[in-house]
T-cell receptor
Protein backbone atom coordinates (compact mmCIF):
# COMPACT_ATOMS: atom_id res chain seq x y z
CA UNK A 1 0.00 0.00 0.00
CA UNK A 2 1.31 3.42 -0.95
CA UNK A 3 -0.85 5.16 1.68
CA UNK A 4 -1.41 8.81 0.77
CA UNK A 5 0.34 10.12 -2.34
CA UNK A 6 0.62 13.70 -3.53
CA UNK A 7 1.71 15.22 -6.80
CA UNK A 8 3.73 17.23 -7.52
CA UNK A 9 6.40 17.27 -4.79
CA UNK A 10 7.59 20.75 -5.72
CA UNK A 11 6.06 23.56 -7.77
CA UNK A 12 6.96 27.14 -8.59
CA UNK A 13 4.21 29.45 -9.85
CA UNK A 14 4.06 33.05 -10.90
CA UNK A 15 1.49 35.31 -9.27
CA UNK A 16 -1.87 34.87 -10.97
CA UNK A 17 -1.20 31.41 -12.37
CA UNK A 18 -3.45 28.51 -11.48
CA UNK A 19 -2.68 24.95 -10.57
CA UNK A 20 -4.17 21.84 -9.02
CA UNK A 21 -2.53 19.74 -6.33
CA UNK A 22 -3.48 16.08 -6.54
CA UNK A 23 -3.96 13.67 -3.66
CA UNK A 24 -4.88 10.00 -3.66
CA UNK A 25 -5.21 7.37 -0.94
CA UNK A 26 -5.43 3.61 -1.24
CA UNK A 27 -6.66 2.80 2.28
CA UNK A 28 -10.37 2.96 1.42
CA UNK A 29 -10.77 5.91 3.77
CA UNK A 30 -13.93 7.96 3.75
CA UNK A 31 -12.46 11.28 4.85
CA UNK A 32 -9.76 13.42 3.28
CA UNK A 33 -8.14 16.73 4.21
CA UNK A 34 -5.93 19.49 2.89
CA UNK A 35 -3.59 21.42 5.21
CA UNK A 36 -0.98 24.09 4.73
CA UNK A 37 2.14 24.37 6.84
CA UNK A 38 3.84 27.71 7.32
CA UNK A 39 6.93 28.40 9.43
CA UNK A 40 6.07 29.07 13.05
CA UNK A 41 2.40 28.24 12.60
CA UNK A 42 2.05 24.48 12.49
CA UNK A 43 -0.55 22.95 10.17
CA UNK A 44 -3.82 24.66 9.35
CA UNK A 45 -6.82 22.97 7.80
CA UNK A 46 -7.87 24.41 4.43
CA UNK A 47 -10.74 22.10 3.41
CA UNK A 48 -11.89 18.62 4.19
CA UNK A 49 -14.22 16.02 2.76
CA UNK A 50 -15.97 13.91 5.35
CA UNK A 51 -17.18 11.48 2.71
CA UNK A 52 -17.40 11.15 -1.05
CA UNK A 53 -19.59 13.93 -2.43
CA UNK A 54 -19.14 16.35 0.46
CA UNK A 55 -16.63 19.11 1.14
CA UNK A 56 -16.39 21.65 3.96
CA UNK A 57 -14.27 24.66 4.77
CA UNK A 58 -11.59 24.50 7.37
CA UNK A 59 -9.70 27.23 9.14
CA UNK A 60 -8.13 28.94 6.08
CA UNK A 61 -10.21 28.26 2.92
CA UNK A 62 -9.90 31.62 1.14
CA UNK A 63 -8.18 31.42 -2.25
CA UNK A 64 -8.68 27.67 -2.63
CA UNK A 65 -11.19 25.27 -4.10
CA UNK A 66 -11.40 21.51 -3.70
CA UNK A 67 -12.92 18.58 -5.53
CA UNK A 68 -13.58 15.13 -4.13
CA UNK A 69 -13.29 13.35 -7.45
CA UNK A 70 -14.11 9.92 -6.02
CA UNK A 71 -13.46 8.05 -2.81
CA UNK A 72 -9.71 7.84 -3.52
CA UNK A 73 -8.93 11.31 -4.82
CA UNK A 74 -9.17 14.82 -3.37
CA UNK A 75 -7.69 17.75 -5.29
CA UNK A 76 -6.86 21.30 -4.20
CA UNK A 77 -6.99 24.12 -6.74
CA UNK A 78 -5.45 27.56 -6.62
CA UNK A 79 -7.28 29.64 -9.21
CA UNK A 80 -5.02 32.70 -9.05
CA UNK A 81 -1.93 32.06 -6.99
CA UNK A 82 -0.63 34.73 -4.62
CA UNK A 83 2.73 34.97 -2.80
CA UNK A 84 0.83 34.47 0.48
CA UNK A 85 0.04 30.95 -0.71
CA UNK A 86 3.70 29.98 -0.66
CA UNK A 87 3.65 27.06 1.73
CA UNK A 88 3.98 23.32 2.12
CA UNK A 89 0.69 21.57 1.44
CA UNK A 90 -0.25 18.28 3.04
CA UNK A 91 -3.06 15.94 2.17
CA UNK A 92 -4.34 13.48 4.76
CA UNK A 93 -6.98 10.81 5.04
CA UNK A 94 -8.81 8.97 7.80
CA UNK A 95 -11.40 6.26 8.06
CA UNK A 96 -13.93 8.86 9.18
CA UNK A 97 -14.13 12.29 10.77
CA UNK A 98 -14.00 12.66 14.52
CA UNK A 99 -12.59 11.23 17.70
CA UNK A 100 -10.85 7.91 17.39
CA UNK A 101 -9.81 8.19 13.76
CA UNK A 102 -6.15 8.68 13.01
CA UNK A 103 -5.18 10.89 10.10
CA UNK A 104 -2.53 9.58 7.73
CA UNK A 105 -0.50 12.18 5.90
CA UNK A 106 1.06 12.37 2.45
CA UNK A 107 4.65 13.55 1.89
CA UNK A 108 3.67 17.14 1.12
CA UNK A 109 4.01 19.55 -1.80
CA UNK A 110 6.29 22.56 -1.50
CA UNK A 111 4.73 25.43 -3.44
CA UNK A 112 6.49 28.72 -4.12
CA UNK A 113 4.61 31.65 -5.65
CA UNK A 114 6.83 34.42 -7.00
CA UNK B 1 -9.88 30.99 18.80
CA UNK B 2 -9.33 27.57 20.24
CA UNK B 3 -5.59 27.27 20.17
CA UNK B 4 -2.73 24.92 20.88
CA UNK B 5 0.43 26.40 22.37
CA UNK B 6 3.88 24.89 22.33
CA UNK B 7 6.04 27.22 24.39
CA UNK B 8 9.40 25.63 23.47
CA UNK B 9 10.42 26.41 19.87
CA UNK B 10 13.57 24.32 20.31
CA UNK B 11 14.78 21.66 22.71
CA UNK B 12 17.85 19.49 22.85
CA UNK B 13 18.62 16.27 24.68
CA UNK B 14 21.61 14.03 25.09
CA UNK B 15 21.30 10.59 23.55
CA UNK B 16 19.87 8.06 26.03
CA UNK B 17 18.45 10.78 28.28
CA UNK B 18 14.87 11.90 28.82
CA UNK B 19 13.22 15.03 27.50
CA UNK B 20 9.75 16.51 27.99
CA UNK B 21 8.01 18.67 25.41
CA UNK B 22 5.27 20.99 26.66
CA UNK B 23 1.85 21.65 25.19
CA UNK B 24 -1.22 23.50 26.39
CA UNK B 25 -4.52 23.79 24.60
CA UNK B 26 -7.83 25.51 24.71
CA UNK B 27 -11.19 23.96 23.90
CA UNK B 28 -14.84 24.39 24.76
CA UNK B 29 -15.74 20.85 23.71
CA UNK B 30 -16.35 18.08 26.19
CA UNK B 31 -15.37 15.35 23.72
CA UNK B 32 -11.98 15.78 22.16
CA UNK B 33 -8.64 14.08 21.68
CA UNK B 34 -5.04 15.15 21.78
CA UNK B 35 -2.06 13.98 19.80
CA UNK B 36 1.61 14.40 19.07
CA UNK B 37 2.97 14.11 15.51
CA UNK B 38 6.63 13.84 14.58
CA UNK B 39 7.97 15.44 11.40
CA UNK B 40 11.52 14.41 10.49
CA UNK B 41 13.47 16.21 7.74
CA UNK B 42 11.71 14.03 5.17
CA UNK B 43 8.57 16.12 5.98
CA UNK B 44 6.46 13.01 6.54
CA UNK B 45 4.02 13.50 9.44
CA UNK B 46 4.05 10.48 11.72
CA UNK B 47 1.64 9.98 14.61
CA UNK B 48 3.60 9.42 17.81
CA UNK B 49 0.85 9.13 20.40
CA UNK B 50 -2.76 10.13 20.97
CA UNK B 51 -5.13 10.33 23.90
CA UNK B 52 -8.90 10.65 24.11
CA UNK B 53 -9.83 13.27 26.70
CA UNK B 54 -12.26 10.98 28.51
CA UNK B 55 -9.47 8.53 29.38
CA UNK B 56 -7.82 9.20 32.72
CA UNK B 57 -4.83 6.94 32.21
CA UNK B 58 -1.91 8.55 30.40
CA UNK B 59 -1.15 7.02 27.01
CA UNK B 60 2.14 5.24 26.45
CA UNK B 61 3.78 3.99 23.26
CA UNK B 62 7.12 2.33 23.96
CA UNK B 63 9.57 5.15 24.85
CA UNK B 64 6.92 7.84 24.40
CA UNK B 65 4.43 8.78 27.09
CA UNK B 66 2.21 11.72 27.87
CA UNK B 67 1.28 13.60 31.00
CA UNK B 68 -2.32 14.65 30.46
CA UNK B 69 -3.61 17.20 32.95
CA UNK B 70 -7.19 17.81 31.87
CA UNK B 71 -8.05 20.57 34.34
CA UNK B 72 -4.91 22.48 33.43
CA UNK B 73 -5.41 21.74 29.71
CA UNK B 74 -1.88 20.45 29.47
CA UNK B 75 -0.59 17.55 27.36
CA UNK B 76 3.18 17.10 27.56
CA UNK B 77 5.21 14.45 25.74
CA UNK B 78 8.01 12.58 27.47
CA UNK B 79 10.62 10.79 25.39
CA UNK B 80 12.72 8.33 27.35
CA UNK B 81 16.06 6.89 26.28
CA UNK B 82 16.29 9.41 23.44
CA UNK B 83 17.72 8.16 20.18
CA UNK B 84 19.31 9.99 17.26
CA UNK B 85 16.28 9.05 15.16
CA UNK B 86 14.03 11.03 17.51
CA UNK B 87 15.43 14.29 16.15
CA UNK B 88 12.54 16.02 14.41
CA UNK B 89 9.86 18.68 14.70
CA UNK B 90 7.13 17.63 17.11
CA UNK B 91 3.62 19.01 16.78
CA UNK B 92 1.03 18.86 19.50
CA UNK B 93 -2.61 19.16 18.55
CA UNK B 94 -6.19 18.51 19.42
CA UNK B 95 -9.24 17.39 17.52
CA UNK B 96 -12.89 16.76 18.15
CA UNK B 97 -16.08 15.46 16.63
CA UNK B 98 -16.55 18.56 14.48
CA UNK B 99 -13.17 18.02 12.79
CA UNK B 100 -11.77 21.28 14.16
CA UNK B 101 -8.22 19.97 14.29
CA UNK B 102 -5.67 22.45 15.59
CA UNK B 103 -1.92 22.11 15.66
CA UNK B 104 0.68 23.93 17.70
CA UNK B 105 3.59 25.74 16.07
CA UNK B 106 5.97 22.88 16.79
CA UNK B 107 9.07 22.14 18.85
CA UNK B 108 12.32 21.29 17.11
CA UNK B 109 14.09 18.52 19.00
CA UNK B 110 17.83 18.00 18.59
CA UNK B 111 19.45 14.83 19.91
CA UNK B 112 23.15 15.11 20.74
CA UNK B 113 25.33 12.00 20.46
Amino acid sequence: NAGVTQTPKFQVLKTGQSMTLQCAQDMNHNSMYWYRQDPGMGLRLIYYSASEGTTDKGEVPNGYNVSRLNKREFSLRLESAAPSQTSVYFCASSEAVGIGYEQYFGPGTRLTVT
Amino acid sequence: AQTVTQSQPEMSVQEAETVTLSCTYDTSESDYYLFWYKQPPSRQMILVIRQEAYKQQNATENRFSVNFQKAAKSFSLKISDSQLGDAAMYFCGRGGNNNDMRFGAGTRLTVKP
